[in-house]
C-alpha cells in the first residue's frame, strides 16, 4: 500500500495557530517487511522477558541536540513501569552529524536511522529501541516527533523550541518529555497499531490515538483545555486503558499483530 500513513498527535492552539504533534511516518508500508517492521512490531519483545532480558535505548543526537535529562529519565520510569526487563533498562548516547538537510521525511529518518544503529534491534538478550535528535524539521513542521518502523523514533527538536515560542508555556522541556513518552507509546503498538483493544479509547477521527486528554497518547489538546499550556502541564503517563492494553497483549488475552519476535 503506496502513500504515506500519517498518524498524528497533535497539541492545537487556539486561533489557528501551529500545531505540536507527534506521528507514525510510514512511506511505503509494505517495503517495512525488511524487516524493519511497523510502529508495534516489536512490542511483545518489550513485554516480555523470556528471551530479551534487558534492553536499551540508543540516543544518536547531534551538537546541541541531547535531549534533556528529565526527558530519559522520565522515559526510563515509563518503559520500566510497563516493560518486562529484569536485566535493566538503559540508555547509550552519541553525538553524530547527520547526513542529511534540514528538512527530513519518513524515509531519512528509517534510512539514516539505520545507518546509524550501534546495534540490531534484537542482538542477544538485548532488546535495542533507537531515538535520533536531528537538526532541523520533519517536510511538515508542525510534526514534533514521528515513529517509523519497530525501533527507530525521532524528535525534532527545533519545532518543539518554535513551539515553545508560539505558546510560552508549556517549555520546551516539558514538551519535549511528553512527545517522546508519546512516540515511545507508538513503539509499544498504542492505540490499537498492533492490536484491537476492548476499550472504547481510540479517537475516532485520529486512529492509532487515545480519546482521553489524560493519557500521553491523547489525540490532541483542544482550546477547551488550553489551561494546561499555561499551567505547564502536558500528559506524560500512560491512562488506565493503555496499560491494560498493554497487560494483555503481554499476558495473551489480547491478539497482536505484524510481530517480529513472539514468546
Same mark, same amino acid.
Given at each position: 500500500?503506496?502513500?504515506? =500513513?500519517r498518524i498524528c498527535?497533535?497539541?492545537l /492552539?487556539v486561533?489557528?495557530?501551529?500545531s505540536?504533534?507527534?506521528?507514525?511516518?510510514?512511506? &511505503?508500508?509494505?517495503?517495512?517487511?525488511?524487516n524493519h517492521?511497523?510502529?508495534?512490531?516489536?512490542?511483545l519483545?518489550?513485554?516480555d522477558?523470556?528471551?530479551?532480558?534487558?534492553?536499551?535505548i540508543e540516543?544518536d543526537y547531534?551538537?546541541?541536540?541531547?535531549?534533556e535529562?528529565?526527558? *530519559?529519565d522520565l522515559?526510563? #520510569?515509563?518503559l520500566e513501569s510497563?516493560?518486562?526487563?529484569? #536485566?535493566?533498562?538503559?540508555?547509550?548516547?552519541?553525538?553524530?552529524?547527520?547526513? +542529511?538537510?534540514?528538512?527530513?521525511t519518513?524515509?531519512?529518518?528509517?534510512n539514516?536511522?539505520w545507518?546509524?544503529k550501534?546495534? +540490531?534491534?534484537?542482538?542477544?538478550?538485548t532488546l @535495542?529501541w533507537?531515538?535520533i535528535f536531528? /537538526?532541523?524539521?520533519y517536510?511538515?513542521?508542525?510534526?514534533?516527533?514521528v515513529?517509523v518502523? /519497530?525501533?527507530?523514533?525521532? =524528535?525534532?527538536?527545533d519545532?518543539?523550541?518554535d513551539?515553545?515560542?508560539?505558546?510560552?508555556r508549556?517549555s /520546551?522541556?516539558?514538551i519535549?518529555?511528553?512527545v517522546l513518552?508519546h512516540?515511545?507509546?507508538h513503539?509499544?503498538?498504542?492505540?490499537?497499531?498492533? @492490536?484491537s483493544?476492548?476499550?472504547?479509547?481510540e479517537?475516532?477521527?485520529?486512529? +492509532?490515538h487515545?480519546?482521553?486528554?489524560d493519557?500521553?497518547?491523547y489525540?490532541?489538546?483542544?482550546s477547551?483545555?488550553i489551561a +494546561?499550556?499555561f499551567d505547564?502541564?502536558?500528559? *506524560?503517563e500512560f491512562?488506565?486503558d &493503555?496499560?491494560?492494553?498493554?497487560?494483555?497483549l503481554?499476558?495473551?488475552?489480547i491478539?497482536?499483530?505484524d #510481530?517480529?519476535?513472539?514468546p
Amino acid at each position: 500500500m503506496g502513500g504515506r =500513513i500519517r498518524i498524528c498527535l497533535a497539541i492545537l /492552539a487556539v486561533f489557528l495557530t501551529p500545531s505540536l504533534s507527534g506521528c507514525i511516518g510510514v512511506d &511505503d508500508i509494505a517495503n517495512l517487511g525488511l524487516n524493519h517492521g511497523i510502529p508495534g512490531g516489536l512490542t511483545l519483545a518489550c513485554l516480555d522477558d523470556s528471551t530479551y532480558t534487558s534492553m536499551v535505548i540508543e540516543i544518536d543526537y547531534e551538537p546541541g541536540y541531547k535531549p534533556e535529562p528529565s526527558s *530519559t529519565d522520565l522515559l526510563k #520510569q515509563r518503559l520500566e513501569s510497563v516493560c518486562e526487563k529484569p #536485566q535493566g533498562i538503559n540508555f547509550e548516547f552519541t553525538e553524530t552529524n547527520f547526513a +542529511n538537510d534540514v528538512i527530513w521525511t519518513a524515509e531519512d529518518v528509517r534510512n539514516i536511522g539505520w545507518e546509524e544503529k550501534s546495534n +540490531n534491534p534484537r542482538e542477544g538478550s538485548t532488546l @535495542y529501541w533507537q531515538i535520533i535528535f536531528p /537538526a532541523g524539521t520533519y517536510d511538515d513542521s508542525s510534526v514534533l516527533g514521528v515513529a517509523v518502523d /519497530a525501533s527507530t523514533v525521532s =524528535i525534532f527538536k527545533d519545532s518543539i523550541d518554535d513551539a515553545e515560542n508560539i505558546f510560552r508555556r508549556p517549555s /520546551a522541556e516539558k514538551i519535549e518529555n511528553s512527545v517522546l513518552v508519546h512516540e515511545i507509546g507508538h513503539l509499544l503498538g498504542l492505540v490499537n497499531t498492533v @492490536y484491537s483493544s476492548p476499550a472504547d479509547h481510540e479517537d475516532d477521527e485520529h486512529p +492509532n490515538h487515545s480519546n482521553n486528554e489524560d493519557s500521553v497518547m491523547y489525540w490532541a489538546i483542544e482550546s477547551s483545555s488550553i489551561a +494546561n499550556f499555561f499551567d505547564n502541564e502536558l500528559p *506524560t503517563e500512560f491512562d488506565l486503558d &493503555d496499560k491494560q492494553d498493554l497487560q494483555g497483549l503481554a499476558d495473551g488475552t489480547i491478539s497482536c499483530t505484524d #510481530q517480529l519476535w513472539r514468546p
